[in-house]
């Protein structure tokens, strides 16, 4: 009877002592379980893009393309890799929505006569490469500089501003050469939903081109050549390895789109579908 009543007794204090221990046990592993994070918005202001003038006397020979007329573009007929994308999320380009339509704006009241001509067909250009809409809202005076584009998360796009203007106005051009033809920056928005995923689109962009230099309005190394080039820029290309691209850092001796090119902006469109971005 006795001994009977000892074993239960240690029994019991074992099974106490089991019991304690597996509940400090899962309350200690609550306490480290990690929360699950809150969907919270993204953004992103890129960084200034440059454009050059080469030196004439190093500049590549290469047969000119014909006018800037833009022609469809097929993605099967399109193998090279000679493009870079400005921004990758999740192991996708960051890029407009090509299901809403572009708006865009001009400031050409310091540019060359005949500038907004070359704006209006490099911007149908593009849009026919990538199979994007493109709203012409008219001439504007706002400056294309970085305090034109907005600083807070926003799930609606800003007109493009495109115009011609010099370091003492924006920001872009402040303390360049005389080489630099253009800058182009852009900034886009999102959201993390906190299990993994992003999603962003680009919401506004600026592009200054530089009053001072003289370029002829169309041809290679024209104003037109450096329109498409930054247009290239805003739609969310880089400047790719492949000197021979229209994209390239140095304008290269084109004036218009190439393989490379069209290849990143084919897969910046349309045909890549819609952007959706989670309320």
Known sequence: MTDDYCMSSRALRRAALAVAALAATG???VAVAP???AAHPIGHLSEADALWLPNPTTVPALAA???TTATPVHTAALTSSAYKFSSILDGAPVRWNPCQ???WRANV???PVGGLDVLKAAVAHIATTTGTTWVYDGATLTVPSTAYLPTTPTNTNKPVVIGWTDGTASDLLRGKPAQVLGMTRTVWFGVDDG???RAAATRAAVVALDRTDKLPLR???SWSATALHELGHVMGLDHPADTHQLMAATLPNVASYQTG???GLVRLGRSAGCVNIPA
Do not use: E, K
Request: proline content about 0%.
């Open 101 to 103: 339509a572009i708006h």
């Open 195 to 197: 299990m993994g995923h």
């Open 109 to 111: 009241a310091r540019g």
């Open 35 to 37: 929360a699950v994070s």
């Open 27 to 29: 309350l200690a592993t």
């Open 65 to 67: 393309t014909a006018g």
């Open 261 to 263: 090119d069209n290849t």
């Open 219 to 221: 041809g290679t190394q």
